[in-house]
């Protein structure tokens, strides 16, 4: 059986706000399923959008 997070778990899981969680789902870089106005996500693909998904901080180095 799977684990569900809520967006405001999987924010404190992927270490950015809720705000963004729901941003990554609308722009369909996460996956979720709708519960009433709730988005439940899968542990599974947190842990593979946290290797995986996120994009790196800051600016590119110089020759990239």
């Not at 967006?7 to 706000?17: M, R």
């Not at 988005?39 to 790196?56: N, P, V």
């Amino acid at each position: 059986m799977s684990k569900y997070f809520t967006t405001e778990d999987a924010a404190k899981y992927l270490g950015v706000t809720p705000s963004r969680v729901r941003q990554y789902i609308a722009e369909e870089r996460l996956e979720s399923e709708k519960y009433g106005r709730d988005h439940m996500i899968k542990e599974s693909t947190l842990a593979e959008f946290s290797k995986h998904g996120k994009k790196k901080r800051g600016r590119p180095k110089k020759g990239q």
